[in-house]
């Protein structure tokens, strides 16, 4: 059974970090790739992050570049999300997702957007930057 198990959300005060995992079953990270999608209370779903195993190419949505990182250990077959300089507007529940390979050609922000289509929604973990 494919799983997608999320954790390391929690409270945290602007300016802070976390960093979150999400631990694939079922699959190897290989083929696939894996996204970050959040959606903050009254507001739409976002895409916030990809990577591919094809190539390890990295995706982020322009509000985080520069403060989130993301990064995959195939040994723990898990993906993780660094996110440094926090702000309030990261507040909302971050899902990790499924997609398929390969990437179309287009730009960075449609290929995180595509994030929204992506499978295997898991549980999400709540993300609050509050002071």
């Known amino acids: 059974q494919v799983q997608l198990v999320v954790s390391g959300g929690g409270l945290v005060q602007p300016g802070g970090s976390l960093r979150l995992s999400c631990a694939a079953s079922?699959?190897?990270?290989?083929?696939?790739?894996i996204g970050w999608v959040r959606q903050a209370p009254g507001k739409e779903r976002e895409g916030v992050s990809c990577?591919?195993?094809?190539?390890?190419?990295?995706y982020y949505t322009y509000s985080v570049k520069g403060r989130f990182t993301i990064s995959r250990d195939n040994a723990k077959n898990t993906v993780y999300l660094q996110m440094n300089s926090l702000k309030p507007e990261d507040t909302a529940v971050y899902y990790c997702?499924?997609?398929?390979?390969?990437?179309?050609?287009?730009?960075?922000?449609?290929?995180?957007?595509?994030?929204?289509?992506?499978?295997?929604w898991g549980r999400g973990t709540q993300v609050t930057v509050s002071s």
């Open positions: 990577i591919s195993s094809s190539d390890d190419s990295t």
């Open positions: 997702v499924r997609g398929p390979l390969p990437l179309p050609k287009v730009t960075e922000q449609e290929i995180v957007n595509l994030t929204l289509g992506f499978g295997n």
């Open positions: 079922g699959f190897t990270l290989d083929h696939s790739v």
